[in-house]
């Protein structure tokens, strides 16, 4: 199943269980979305979809009502670029509806982002803003990488009774695996392999780019874990610090650039925490997308995010 249809199929599965679930978005309906994730959801769940026009404010204001209101809205946001327009209903109200109520109303909404580079498709229509919302406290962020983590932790986050923005990268659609029978909670990191030399932690697209370093570095003879974060807030630190003190050096990889980011904040953890910090034999190592606008240049576009073969080697001189 490709990432794609696990996202759907994960959004069919809740709709058929649950009649309170609704999807809010514009071109979601007949034509399918513009990424083809919702194709031919409108004929099964014709009266839980709803196309809206363009206008991002109003129908996530509108999915943000409705939620507290008893349903369970799933939004989505053609290009997550287009944040801007949806951080008032987002982040002003959903993410404090809970507290500002003195707990008497919930905000179980679910807001899906297309994000990232890779696609051609310019400057304002390829950013990855999950670390702008890290400072906005009622938020959780989810960013799987694969298709059965993508499955698992979006029906966790539409079953969630907190505001979820869940983060789907536009490279990652294409890609193929099996979903796994486990539930996948949010707040979990995911661990791959067992290696002792070194921990490269990552989310989202950068642990396909996490992996192939890995496979370098092995032909090298440096053996890596890679900790897969999925979610971005919580942060499973537990899972960080315990992988961190087993290898003692950590390698920090997010495709948007590094400032207020998301590995920032994971750096932030692992030094603040004694045990992990006094476990470390060098520096903390951090590659994050270049600070520029994405160019429509597919050659110069690739080039804005870490590669591989430039971790490999920096990791390689930490020996």
């Not at 179980?108 to 999950?130: D, F, N, W």
Request: aromatic fraction near 8%.
């Amino acid at each position: 199943m490709t990432f794609r249809e696990a996202i759907r199929k994960a959004m069919a599965d809740e709709m058929a269980a649950d009649r309170n679930v609704v999807l809010f978005g514009e071109d979601v309906g007949v034509y399918g979305g513009c990424f083809k994730v919702t194709e031919g959801m409108w004929k099964e769940f014709p009266d839980q979809i709803i196309d809206t026009p363009v206008s991002e404010e109003g129908f996530t204001g509108m999915a943000v009502g409705a939620a507290m209101m008893g349903l369970r809205p799933i939004v989505e946001i053609m290009y997550a670029d287009f944040y801007t327009l949806i951080f008032d209903p987002i982040v002003n109200h959903a993410a404090k509806t809970h507290f500002m109520s003195g707990g008497q109303f919930c905000c179980p909404i679910t807001v899906r982002l297309p994000e990232g580079s890779g696609t051609g498709h310019g400057a304002q229509h390829t950013q990855s803003p999950e670390g702008l919302f890290l400072n906005s406290t009622g938020l959780k962020l989810v960013a799987p990488s694969n298709p059965s983590d993508a499955y698992h932790l979006l029906r966790a986050s539409i079953r969630d009774n907190n505001p979820v923005l869940f983060f789907e990268h536009k490279l990652l659609y294409p890609t193929e695996g099996v979903i796994s029978n486990e539930p996948v909670p949010i707040g979990k990191a995911k661990v791959i392999g067992n290696g002792l030399d070194v921990t490269i932690i990552a989310y989202s697209h950068a642990v396909t780019t996490a992996l192939e370093a890995a496979e370098l570095l092995k032909e090298n003879g440096i053996d890596a874990t890679v900790v897969d974060l999925r979610t971005l807030n919580p942060l499973d630190k537990e899972t960080i610090f315990k992988q961190v003190q087993k290898t003692g050096r950590a390698v920090l990889i997010q495709d948007p650039n590094g400032i207020g980011g998301i590995d920032a904040q994971v750096c932030a953890a692992i030094c603040q925490d004694k045990k992990t910090f006094s476990s470390l034999k060098c520096r903390v190592l951090q590659f994050s997308g270049k600070e520029t606008p994405v160019p429509f240049s597919r050659d110069l576009e690739k080039l804005t995010i870490p590669q591989a073969k430039d971790i490999a080697v920096a990791v390689g001189k930490l020996f």
